[in-house]
């Protein structure tokens, strides 16, 4: 975890002198590149020792380290957000710290991401004679994107947002068959049933949800796309965004595995689209190219 995450994911539980050096670096992150411990304390109003408890807060051993590691993040170019939004921010504020944020999550979960269970989930999706997607709530909606783009590729594919259909699936899973469940949490009880079940039945399950969460437990393999960020306003977007670019790794992967028979079949789905359009002229088609979306 960033130095900048690890303080805001442990904002609440700082004292409130402590809070303040930590609102200063929130809201300007490459200031620990320009000043000094003794600066920072006096521009938070705290003592030296209030500084130093933060940076223990945060996971390093002392001022030093926690500068180091800021000056490597901000040179990395990740985006950082300014500040929460706030009732007062208007129209060009809110905008700049949704995107932002957007930017920085997926960032943050690109770079924490397990790439063996990355390959691992497109291994096991390459190979397998169906593919079951679920997700309930927003986490639907991410599972249906994921239906859409797997059901272009020679993989018979099934998507679930109704409780009904979602048992009746689990239960006929077989082998060798996955199921692929996104929810954020990984905490809903009927998921986390869906998960077992299909476990039970012999299938494999993928979740693409938090790593610690109870569904992990009954996922083969899980794919982190959870944040850090608690502000609940615009959370939604960002762990959608995660969830969403996840999905589009996961099916890059099985059409690179799968080889060029592939690409002739999601081009002619691609000709099939086309067919449906006004005004268009030269395509990718056309001259010869295509590609996973």
Not at 38 to 59: D, F, H, I, M, N
Not at 116 to 137: D, H, K, N, Q, T
Not at 189 to 199: D, F, G, Q, Y
């Amino acid at each position: 975890m960033s130095v900048l995450d690890s303080i805001r994911s442990g904002y609440d539980g700082l004292r409130k002198s402590e809070q303040k050096v930590a609102d200063l670096i929130l809201a300007d992150p490459s200031v620990l590149g320009r000043i000094n411990m003794v600066s920072l304390a006096e521009q938070a109003g705290v003592s030296q020792p209030t500084v130093a408890r933060l940076c223990k807060q945060v996971g390093c051993s002392g001022f030093t380290e926690m500068k180091l590691r800021m000056v490597q993040e901000v040179a990395a170019g990740a985006p950082f957000v300014p500040s929460h939004v706030d009732f007062r921010d208007d129209a060009k504020q809110l905008t700049n710290k949704i995107f932002t944020m957007a930017a920085s999550t997926l960032l943050s979960v690109r770079d924490s991401l397990d790439i063996e269970s990355v390959e691992r989930a497109g291994m096991m999706l390459a190979a397998a004679p169906r593919i079951e997607f679920f997700g309930c709530g927003t986490s639907g909606v991410v599972a249906q994107d994921a239906y859409h783009r797997f059901c272009r590729l020679d993989i018979r594919c099934g998507f679930h947002q109704d409780s009904v259909m979602q048992s009746v699936a689990s239960s006929t899973l077989g082998a060798d068959e996955v199921a692929v469940i996104v929810s954020y949490t990984g905490r809903t009880r009927s998921t986390v049933e869906l998960a077992r079940v299909c476990r039970e039945m012999g299938g494999s399950v993928i979740g693409i949800t938090a790593e610690a969460s109870p569904l992990a437990k009954y996922c083969d393999v899980v794919l982190d796309a959870r944040i850090t960020e608690d502000a609940e306003i615009y959370l939604p977007t960002s762990s959608r965004l995660a969830q969403l670019a996840i999905v589009d790794v996961l099916a890059a992967s099985v059409f690179l595995k799968r080889g060029e028979s592939e690409g002739r079949r999601l081009q002619a789905v691609k000709q099939a689209v086309r067919s449906t359009r006004l005004g268009e002229t030269t395509t990718k088609e056309e001259n010869g190219e295509t590609d996973v979306g």
